[in-house]
């Protein structure tokens, strides 16, 4: 009936089942603060995200295009996570202070930390370990996070841009 309506591609959530999983995950004793991300890339449907901002949760971007739908449907910077590989390559040109922005290379902690010193972002490093494997063949390693050769270096930057 759906289909018929409004044709395809068509996508149907229940908000109820978004408040359900929430209400399990909060009840279960947590020794450290632990925040749920949307990711934006997944499911990027309007009521989602407005549903999504209602229960005050944080949305995770990896795309300019993702930044600004988050930023439009008034994520407040602090609840924005961007992620992703090469974004030196395009946040540079976001004014907003306050994201949280987590690096995967060397190059994009020495593009970023400027920046991130200017307008206050949040900077989060991902170390590449022996256990990051391709999920489509895990005969390789994925291409996401910093190599251990690569952390002091990392840290030295930041600290420097501090």
């Not at 004793?29 to 549903?51: D, F, G, N």
């Not at 910077?77 to 949280?100: D, F, M, T, Y």
């Not at 010193?117 to 170390?127: I, N």
């Amino acid at each position: 009936m759906a289909v018929a309506r409004w044709d395809t591609p068509l996508y149907v959530f229940q908000s109820r089942e978004i408040d359900f999983a929430f209400r399990q995950l909060d009840s279960l004793p947590s020794l450290v603060p632990v925040r749920h991300w949307l990711s934006c890339k997944t499911l990027a449907i309007r009521p989602l995200l407005q549903r999504w901002k209602h229960l005050g949760r944080g949305i995770e971007v990896v795309s300019l295009f993702e930044l600004r739908a988050a930023l439009f449907e008034g994520f407040a910077a602090e609840q924005i996570l961007v992620n992703g590989p090469a974004k030196q390559r395009w946040l540079h040109s976001i004014e907003s202070e306050h994201l949280n922005i987590q690096c995967d290379s060397l190059e994009e902690v020495r593009v970023l930390a400027p920046i991130a010193r200017k307008r206050r972002w949040q900077v989060g490093l991902r170390f590449h370990t022996s256990g990051n494997l391709d999920p489509d063949d895990e005969h390789f390693a994925d291409q996401f996070g910093l190599a251990s050769s690569e952390v002091q270096d990392a840290l030295e930057i930041l600290y420097t841009n501090g």
